[in-house]
């Protein structure tokens, strides 16, 4: 009659003993990161860092030699390809590719004026077609910015935009400095 019992206790304390040690493993909770998905978050977050920042045209020193004209519409900016007229030069995507001096491009050769800016327009546009193939992103929309002195004259801002056209940009937005009403 006193072994029923005991036998009883002794289940109810293998049961306890068994619990107690699931419960310790279950309850331990991370005991350690998983330092590839950690790197994995982190480059991706990098990679769309770069992305932003590259592509962003808000990212405009202005200086003596560049001073767009002054408006009051509101901020609509598109991310395109940069081009800046100052009063010294030409620079598309922050490359210097033609000096200007006096509102006149400095050339050698009069049959090769705007090569310069032709190559660097025709390497950009093929720099974003090749990145969206890769990528499978947007493609190539012909987007140009220019960031204008302003007392840049009608003509040399007329041939930049035809050097331009003939390397396929086929949308304009010219940049101005925002003033409050």
Not at 143 to 165: F, H, K, P, R, W
């Amino acid at each position: 009659m006193s072994t029923a019992p005991i036998a009883e206790n002794d289940s109810n304390a293998d049961d306890e003993y068994f619990f107690a040690k699931r419960r310790k493993h279950v309850d331990g909770g991370i005991t350690g990161l998983n330092l590839t998905a950690m790197m994995d978050v982190m480059t991706i977050l990098l990679v769309y860092l770069i992305k932003v920042y590259a592509s962003s045209p808000e990212n405009i020193t202005l200086n003596d030699d560049l001073r767009p004209p002054a408006s009051t519409a509101p901020d609509n900016v598109v991310p395109a390809v940069k081009v800046m007229i100052s009063s010294n030069a030409i620079i598309v995507d922050d490359r210097t590719v033609l000096q200007v001096k006096d509102g006149v491009v400095v050339y050698e050769d009069k049959a090769q004026k705007y090569k310069p800016l032709a190559n660097a327009l025709y390497k950009r546009r093929d720099d974003i077609k090749a990145i969206s193939q890769r990528t499978g992103g947007p493609g190539f929309d012909g987007i140009l910015m220019i960031v204008a002195d302003e007392n840049t004259s009608y003509g040399l801002l007329t041939d930049v935009l035809a050097q331009a056209g003939i390397a396929q940009f086929t949308s304009y937005r010219l940049t101005v400095r925002h003033t409050s009403k």
